[in-house]
C-alpha cells in the first residue's frame, strides 16, 4: 500500500470526525457503503448549486484540471494570479505543508487582496462550513496569497423566484466567516500534522464506533464498522420520544434491550405501551380505535401528496428547498364497494401546481373525509401552498384542508406492534398491518 503524503478539504474535514473515517477514505474506500438516491441526488444539488454561484462573478476562469492534474491545476492557479488579479477564479488549486485544497470561488477585492468563498448547497451556515472555509484561509496563505476575507455562500430561503432572470444577489446569501476562521488558524497546523501521521501507518487505528459517526455526516462506513457488534432484538432507541438523561441512566444500569428495563423505572405513558408489547411479545391496544374512526364522515378518501423540492427554485413564487406538488393518490371508499383510485403524475417540464389542482380538486369531491398519513401533518402543509400558488381556487383548497383526517395520531395513540420498532412512519408501519400490501409491492416505490 502506498502510503499518503497528503490531506484534502474532503479528508480534513473527515480527520476531524474520525481518523478511521480518514484512513478508510485514503485506503479502503471499497469498505465504504453505495450512496443510495438522496445522496446522489444531494450531490447532483451541489454541482447545481455551484455552477449557479459562479455567475455571480462574470468573466472569472475557471481551473478546469481534475484531481488526476494535481501539478496542472496548481501551475494554471499561479499563472492566472501573476498575470491578472483582476478576475474571480474557479477551483484554483493551492497546496501548503502537504495540504492540497481547491477554492469554490477566489474572488479579488477592490482595494486589494482577495476573498475565498465556500459554497454550500444548504440555506444555512454550520459549524463545519466554518472549519472548512478555516483550513482552506490557512493554506491559501501559508502558500503566501494575501487573502484578507473568508465567506460561506448559501442559499437564502427568503429569495422567491418571480420568472425570468434570477437574481443572483438575491437567490444567495453571504456570511462573513473571517473572524471565525481566524480564531481557528492555530489549531489547524497541529490537527494536519496528526492527520498526517494517522496516514503514514500501515494499519487503520483503532476507533470504536461511536455518536461521532454522525457527526457532522453520516458516516458510510458505519455498516462496515459496527459488522461484528449484536445489536440487542429491540434496544432502547425503540422508546418514542427517548431522552438522553434515561439512556444514561440505564447505561449506567448496563441495560441496552427494552426487555431488561426494570418494572419500576419511570416511562411516559407511550414507552410503557411500547416496553409491554416487547416484553409480552404482541400487539397491545391502548386506545379506542373505534371511536376514533367514528369522526370519518363517509364517502371516506384516502389521500397522498407528493411533492418535489428543488434547490434552485424554477417556478414562480417558490424559494429556494420549497416542496412543489407534482403528484397524488386518491382512493375512494362508497358504499363498502371496492376502491376506486384515481392519480394525477406531471410528467412535463413546466409548472405542475396548477394542473394538479384542477385535477386534485375532481378526484377528492366535496364531502367526506379525507384520510391522510402523516406525522407532520404533510398534505396540510402542501394543500396551503396550493392554495397560495392557485389562489383562485384556495377556497376549494381551503375546504378540502377542513376534511383531512390524519391516520397517523389514530395509530401511534391506539396501537402498538413490536414489529414496529419504535416507528410510526407508514412504511414500518403498512407491512406490519398488511402483510400482503408492503411498499415494494407499489408501482411508485420511489416516490
Given at each position: 500500500?502506498?502510503?499518503?503524503?497528503r490531506?484534502?478539504?474532503?479528508?480534513?474535514?473527515?480527520g476531524?470526525q474520525?481518523?478511521?473515517?480518514?484512513?478508510?477514505?485514503?485506503?479502503?474506500?471499497?469498505?465504504?457503503?453505495?450512496?443510495?438516491?438522496?445522496?446522489?441526488?444531494?450531490?447532483?444539488?451541489?454541482?447545481?448549486?455551484?455552477e449557479?454561484?459562479?455567475?455571480?462573478?462574470?468573466?472569472?476562469?475557471?481551473?478546469?484540471?481534475?484531481?488526476?492534474?494535481?501539478?496542472?491545476?496548481?501551475?494554471?492557479?499561479?499563472?492566472?494570479?501573476?498575470?491578472?488579479?483582476s478576475?474571480?477564479?474557479?477551483?484554483?488549486?493551492?497546496?501548503?505543508?502537504?495540504?492540497?485544497?481547491?477554492?469554490?470561488?477566489?474572488e479579488?477585492?477592490?482595494?486589494?487582496?482577495?476573498?475565498?468563498?465556500?459554497?454550500?448547497?444548504?440555506?444555512?451556515?454550520?459549524?463545519?462550513?466554518?472549519?472548512?472555509?478555516?483550513?482552506?484561509?490557512?493554506?491559501l496563505?501559508?502558500?503566501?496569497?494575501?487573502?484578507?476575507?473568508?465567506?460561506?455562500?448559501?442559499?437564502?430561503?427568503?429569495?422567491?423566484?418571480?420568472?425570468?432572470?434570477?437574481?443572483?444577489?438575491?437567490?444567495?446569501?453571504?456570511?462573513?466567516?473571517?473572524a471565525?476562521?481566524?480564531?481557528?488558524?492555530?489549531?489547524?497546523?497541529?490537527?494536519?500534522?496528526?492527520?498526517?501521521?494517522?496516514l503514514?501507518?500501515?494499519?487503520?487505528p483503532?476507533?470504536?464506533?461511536g455518536?461521532?459517526?454522525?457527526?457532522?455526516?453520516?458516516?458510510r462506513?458505519?455498516?462496515h464498522?459496527?459488522?461484528?457488534i449484536?445489536?440487542?432484538?429491540?434496544?432502547?432507541?425503540?422508546?418514542p420520544?427517548f431522552?438522553?438523561?434515561?439512556?444514561?441512566?440505564?447505561?449506567?444500569?448496563?441495560i441496552e434491550?427494552?426487555?431488561?428495563?426494570?418494572?419500576?423505572?419511570?416511562?411516559?405513558?407511550?414507552?410503557?405501551?411500547?416496553?409491554?408489547?416487547?416484553?409480552?411479545?404482541?400487539a397491545?391496544?391502548?386506545?379506542n380505535?373505534?371511536?376514533?374512526?367514528?369522526?370519518t364522515i363517509?364517502?371516506?378518501?384516502?389521500?397522498?401528496?407528493?411533492?418535489?423540492?428543488?434547490?434552485?427554485?424554477?417556478?414562480?413564487?417558490?424559494?429556494?428547498?420549497?416542496?412543489?406538488?407534482?403528484?397524488?393518490?386518491?382512493?375512494?371508499?362508497?358504499?363498502?364497494?371496492?376502491?376506486?383510485?384515481?392519480?394525477?403524475?406531471?410528467?412535463?417540464?413546466?409548472?405542475p401546481r396548477?394542473?394538479?389542482?384542477?385535477?386534485?380538486?375532481?378526484a377528492?369531491?366535496?364531502?367526506?373525509?379525507?384520510?391522510?398519513?402523516?406525522?407532520?401533518?404533510?398534505?396540510?402543509?402542501?394543500?396551503?401552498?396550493?392554495?397560495?400558488?392557485?389562489?383562485?381556487?384556495a377556497?376549494?383548497?381551503?375546504?378540502?384542508?377542513?376534511?383531512?383526517?390524519?391516520?397517523?395520531?389514530?395509530?401511534?395513540?391506539?396501537?402498538?406492534?413490536?414489529?414496529?420498532?419504535?416507528?410510526f412512519?407508514?412504511?414500518?408501519?403498512?407491512?406490519?398491518?398488511?402483510?400482503?400490501?408492503?411498499?415494494?409491492?407499489l408501482?411508485?416505490t420511489?416516490?
Open positions: 500500500m502506498t502510503r499518503v503524503t490531506l484534502s478539504k474532503s479528508r480534513y474535514i473527515a476531524e474520525c481518523h478511521l473515517k480518514l484512513w478508510y477514505d485514503t485506503y479502503a474506500r471499497n469498505l465504504e457503503a453505495e450512496p443510495d438516491d438522496a445522496l446522489n441526488a444531494k450531490f447532483a444539488t451541489g454541482h447545481e448549486v455551484g449557479m454561484a459562479c455567475r455571480r462573478y462574470p468573466g472569472g476562469h475557471l481551473v478546469a484540471h481534475d484531481y488526476r492534474h494535481t501539478a496542472d491545476a496548481l501551475a494554471e492557479t499561479r499563472q492566472l494570479i501573476e498575470s491578472d488579479a478576475i474571480a477564479l474557479f477551483e484554483p488549486a493551492f497546496i501548503h505543508q502537504n495540504v492540497l485544497v481547491r477554492v469554490d470561488v477566489l479579488p477585492l477592490p482595494d486589494g487582496g482577495w476573498r475565498l468563498v465556500e459554497v454550500k448547497s444548504t440555506t444555512k451556515l454550520k459549524d463545519v462550513f466554518v472549519r472548512d472555509a478555516a483550513l482552506q484561509l490557512w493554506v496563505r501559508g502558500a503566501g496569497l494575501d487573502v484578507r476575507e473568508a465567506c460561506v455562500l448559501t442559499l437564502n430561503k427568503q429569495y422567491v423566484y418571480e420568472g425570468g432572470e434570477y437574481d443572483l444577489n438575491a437567490l444567495f446569501k453571504q456570511y462573513s466567516v473571517t471565525e476562521a481566524n480564531a481557528l488558524l492555530s489549531t489547524i497546523g497541529t490537527n494536519v500534522s496528526v492527520m498526517l501521521d494517522v503514514s501507518k500501515r494499519e487503520a483503532d476507533i470504536q464506533a455518536d461521532h459517526c454522525f457527526e457532522p455526516y453520516t458516516c462506513y458505519h455498516a464498522c459496527t459488522r461484528d449484536k445489536h440487542p432484538d429491540h434496544g432502547l432507541d425503540e422508546l420520544n431522552l438522553p438523561k434515561q439512556r444514561s441512566e440505564l447505561k449506567e444500569q448496563d434491550e427494552i426487555r431488561d428495563i426494570p418494572a419500576d423505572y419511570p416511562l411516559t405513558n407511550l414507552q410503557r405501551v411500547v416496553c409491554r408489547a416487547v416484553k409480552e411479545d404482541r397491545i391496544i391502548h386506545g380505535i373505534q371511536r376514533q374512526m367514528a369522526q363517509p364517502p371516506v378518501r384516502y389521500l397522498d401528496l407528493e411533492a418535489i423540492s428543488l434547490a434552485i427554485p424554477r417556478f414562480p413564487g417558490t424559494r429556494p428547498y420549497d416542496s412543489v406538488p407534482f403528484l397524488f393518490s386518491v382512493h375512494s371508499l362508497q358504499n363498502g364497494s371496492k376502491p376506486e383510485h384515481s392519480y394525477y403524475l406531471h410528467d412535463k417540464d413546466d409548472d396548477p394542473q394538479l389542482v384542477d385535477r386534485l380538486i375532481d377528492l369531491g366535496t364531502s367526506g373525509s379525507i384520510c391522510t398519513y402523516s406525522k407532520y401533518n404533510d398534505e396540510k402543509s402542501l394543500l396551503n401552498r396550493l392554495a397560495f400558488a392557485v389562489p383562485e381556487r377556497q376549494e383548497l381551503a375546504t378540502i384542508s377542513a376534511r383531512l383526517f390524519n391516520l397517523y395520531w389514530v395509530v401511534r395513540y391506539t396501537y402498538y406492534h413490536p414489529g414496529f420498532r419504535g416507528s412512519s407508514l412504511k414500518q408501519v403498512l407491512p406490519v398491518l398488511a402483510p400482503d400490501m408492503g411498499y415494494s409491492d408501482e411508485l420511489d416516490s
